[in-house]
């Protein structure tokens, strides 16, 4: 297998763009942890992605957030279901419009999507840099939606809070009250439609995106030194 075969997801540019704390090094700590899993992944087919109550939920209310988007906007969006790539890096970028790109956030609750007003997540700048590189496009949105978290997870929630209060009925008065304030943290129905996105304009940079190229190359080279050679020699 060729290291210089492997395609970097810009889902996960973020941990190689990092800096590396040293000068002399070329690429960073957080870069090397997330190359060995990029090796893994690529030599035995495995997947590290965490299949937590976030990612389930992002999963699962994708198309109500795409609906809550589109009626936000007062048009209808199509998701993309076309993942582009170039000689360095893949994606698929949920919105891709004549002249932007729009990658959608769905908010595990209001809290986390009240946070996204305080700074620009930086995993996400340079997702949407690289969308921006693999589309063309000169401007990029991110777009965080608060849409309802699926009973399924509520209910888990439910149980799992019945087992760390150390109860077996459901009817005590203090379970029941937590549960209630668990409803509200799920539900947003009550909430304005204008009050539940967030739009975060991020426009191209093109030197940024050249930057991202030549980290992939040396994250290529270290990977092609130190994991399909090195790893591998007894």
């Given at each position: 297998m060729?290291a ?6 810009c889902?996960s540019?973020g941990?190689?763009m990092?800096e590396p704390?040293?000068k002399?090094?070329a690429?960073s ?7 060995i899993?990029?090796f893994?992944s690529?030599k035995y087919g495995?997947?590290?992605?965490v ?12 198309e109500?957030s795409l609906?809550l988007y589109?009626?936000f906007?007062?048009?209808?969006y ?8 170039n000689?360095w890096i ?20 209001i809290y ?10 930086k995993q996400?700048?340079?997702?949407l840099q690289?969308?921006?590189a ?5 401007t990029?949105k991110?777009?965080y939606c608060?849409?309802n978290?699926?009973d399924i997870?509520?209910?888990d ?5 019945l087992?760390q209060?150390?109860?077996i ?8 009250e937590a549960?209630s ?5 799920a539900?947003?129905?009550?909430i ?9 304009e991020?426009k191209r940079n ?8 030549h ?6 080279e270290y990977m092609?030194k130190h994991l399909?050679?090195?790893i591998?020699?007894?």
């Amino acid at each position: 297998m060729d290291a210089n075969n492997i395609l970097f997801r810009c889902s996960s540019l973020g941990y190689i763009m990092t800096e590396p704390k040293s000068k002399s090094e070329a690429i960073s700590e957080t870069a090397k942890t997330h190359l060995i899993d990029v090796f893994v992944s690529n030599k035995y087919g495995r997947n590290t992605d965490v299949f937590n109550r976030y990612t389930a939920k992002g999963m699962m209310v994708e198309e109500d957030s795409l609906t809550l988007y589109s009626r936000f906007k007062g048009k209808f969006y199509k998701k993309n279901e076309l993942r582009i790539a170039n000689g360095w890096i893949s994606g698929c970028p949920d919105i891709i419009l004549n002249d932007l790109v729009v990658d959608i956030k769905s908010s595990w609750d209001i809290y986390t999507f009240f946070r996204n007003t305080a700074k620009l997540n930086k995993q996400y700048y340079w997702q949407l840099q690289g969308y921006m590189a693999l589309t063309g496009k000169e401007t990029s949105k991110l777009a965080y939606c608060l849409v309802n978290t699926p009973d399924i997870l509520i209910q888990d929630q439910k149980r799992k809070l019945l087992w760390q209060m150390g109860l077996i009925d459901d009817t005590d008065k203090t379970y029941e009250e937590a549960c209630s304030e668990l409803d509200k943290l799920a539900v947003y129905d009550d909430i304005p439609l204008e009050e539940k996105v967030i739009e975060i304009e991020i426009k191209r940079n093109d030197e940024d995106i050249e930057k991202i190229y030549h980290r992939v190359d040396q994250c290529r080279e270290y990977m092609d030194k130190h994991l399909f050679k090195s790893i591998l020699i007894p």
